[in-house]
């Protein structure tokens, strides 16, 4: 499905300020896998997930879909080979509407389920939301849950979602789980989501864990989550290491 | 009426070959149809070039359609136009202008629009500018409504200019009485090197009178831009103007506001971004599979609806 090969991912500047966002990663997504990637702040979780959707270039590597190099493909005609990605902050938009925007989103309106399940399935009453647009006048859980509801109507063969616990109540939260499982059964594609949400990583098949622009841990659900509930976790930070 | 009188009228004014109810078809300066209703009766001016409209008090529902076309080039039409409406009346009016030259002459239409709206009565004031044609010879159409909304009177204005009209001034001047509203939204794109120009000048004499005044534009090529909202609040009341402009290649876009309270009570606001499409959006956009010329067309349709 997804590889990744030694990619590596630098923000501009001279060589004396130039920073090292993503450090030789290699990685590889199976089939109808869920994967979490997780780790500290600034480990370049967000960076990775706009790398494999091709919003950032990497410096080095490359990225492959169903064996097909896409390192230099730009964003959307990822998007039209199967990719979705949903924003840790969504886009607001003067004048488009949650409708305008689902229509985008599903692939063939004639014979998709009715744009308002998909509101429905992330807990929005879709009569009240359909024809609203997509601004400032929405709150920040009410526009996450469209920018969820988005990505569950592309039915894509990869969907990234990046944080999308960030910014929903505590009241949703079960909502959002139950969604997870049901796009995982249902999609018959992959999932990577970008979290540090307990309940999350433990719906996933695999979890990563990224610190410091490195992959310190790459395994099986059963394999790392224990280690990171225990506290071991600080020994995936390369900072701490021979510390704990 | 002549074919191009009916493109221009499918534009502006959603002509499917007849209009139901009250209607004037103004075509090169010369009425090319006229219809008056129960309730609405249109009648020439006698004086100068126009018509009076004339809603009786009570009328509910109704629409009446007065465009005005020009179908070739060398055209300088100038119409004057009085609405009288009725006491409690809510009607919607649908005006409109196209202008189509093919030749090398410029034509213009200058519209004179004056509103008088009666205590309690409503207004829907619909109004579409286009031009068409593909001669040199430049489009011009240049608005005037002037809107005089008795006590708790109501009127919303909604004017659009989409393409094809190379100049434009458009002059907006209202007074509003005890609990009148009036409420303006206006969308402009230019192109090439066309010019628009909005002026608004809104007095607020009446308690717990409101104004709220939106303009979305679009300016590309080598295209200019000026937004003037002078709103003065008289008594206790509150105002808002608001002018969010996109701007791509060469535009230019000004927006100038002028607030003047002349009551503790009176608030008044202004707002006005002006800026490119954010990346972002276009970003998003292409994460559902538009390219970036695609993303720019559907955000542009979008922030123009």
């Not at chain 1, 990775?48 to 959707?53: E, H, N, R, S």
């Amino acid at each position: 499905m997804l590889e990744l090969k030694h990619v590596s991912f630098s923000v501009d500047g001279d060589a004396a300020s130039q920073k090292e966002i993503l450090k030789d990663i290699s990685l590889s997504v199976g089939d109808r896998r869920f994967l979490v990637i997780t780790g500290p702040n600034g480990g370049g979780k967000s960076t990775l997930a706009k790398v494999i959707a091709g919003i950032e270039k990497p410096g080095a590597g490359s990225i492959l879909l169903d064996g097909e190099d896409i390192t230099s493909l730009p964003v959307h005609e990822r998007a039209n080979r199967g990719m979705s990605y949903a924003f840790q902050q969504p886009v607001r938009f003067k004048g488009l509407t949650v409708r305008d925007l689902l229509e985008l989103a599903v692939k063939d309106s004639q014979t998709d389920r009715p744009l308002s399940d998909y509101l429905c399935d992330v807990g929005l009453c879709a009569p009240d939301y359909i024809d609203r647009e997509v601004n400032a006048s929405l709150s920040g859980g009410e526009i996450k849950r469209i920018e969820i509801a988005m990505a569950m109507a592309r039915k894509s063969k990869l969907t990234i979602f990046d944080e999308p616990e960030a910014g929903i109540d505590l009241w949703s939260f079960n909502n959002l789980i139950d969604i997870f499982k049901r796009l995982r059964e249902e999609s018959g594609g992959s999932i990577i989501i970008i979290s540090h949400q307990e309940r999350i990583l433990e719906i996933a098949d695999e979890i990563v864990v990224l610190s410091g622009g490195e992959i310190t841990a790459q395994g099986n659900r059963e394999e790392i989550l224990p280690r990171l509930l225990t506290g071991e976790h600080c020994g995936f930070c390369p900072m701490q290491k021979g510390d704990a | 009426m002549n074919s191009i009188t009916e493109k221009l009228l499918d534009m502006i004014s959603d002509y499917k070959g007849k209009f139901v109810g009250a209607f004037n078809i103004r075509e090169d300066s010369q009425c090319a149809g006229r219809q008056s209703s129960e309730h609405i009766k249109i009648e020439s001016k006698t004086d100068k070039p126009g018509i009076d409209i004339l809603v009786d008090p009570g009328t509910k529902g109704e629409t009446v359609y007065i465009p005005a076309c020009i179908t070739h080039s060398d055209v300088d039409d100038l119409v004057y136009n009085d609405f009288y409406i009725g006491e409690g009346a809510d009607v919607t009016v649908v005006a409109g202008c196209g202008v189509h030259t093919d030749g090398e002459e410029r034509s213009q239409h200058n519209g004179i629009h004056r509103f008088f709206i009666e205590k309690g009565a409503r207004v829907l004031y619909l109004e579409k500018h286009v031009g068409t044609g593909g001669g040199t010879g430049e489009r011009l159409i240049n608005p005037e409504t002037y809107a005089e909304i008795a006590e708790d009177g109501y009127m919303e204005m909604n004017t659009t200019q989409i393409k094809g009209v190379d100049s434009t001034n458009r002059q907006t001047k209202a007074v509003l009485q005890k609990g009148a509203k009036l409420i303006v939204k206006e969308k402009i794109m230019t192109d090439g090197h066309q010019v628009a120009e909005t002026n608004f000048d809104v007095d607020l004499n009446g308690e717990d009178s409101g104004v709220h005044l939106v303009s979305r534009s679009v300016a590309k090529g080598w295209s200019h831009q000026v937004f003037r909202s002078v709103i003065n609040g008289n008594t206790r009341c509150s105002g808002h103007s608001e002018c969010d402009a996109i701007i791509m290649d060469n535009g230019v876009v000004s927006a100038i506001p002028e607030l003047t309270a002349h009551d503790v009570d009176a608030a008044l606001i202004h707002e006005a971004a002006i800026g490119k499409i954010a990346g972002e959006q276009i970003t998003k956009l292409m994460t559902l599979g538009l390219s970036e010329q695609q993303a720019e067309e559907k955000i542009i349709q979008g922030f123009l609806k």
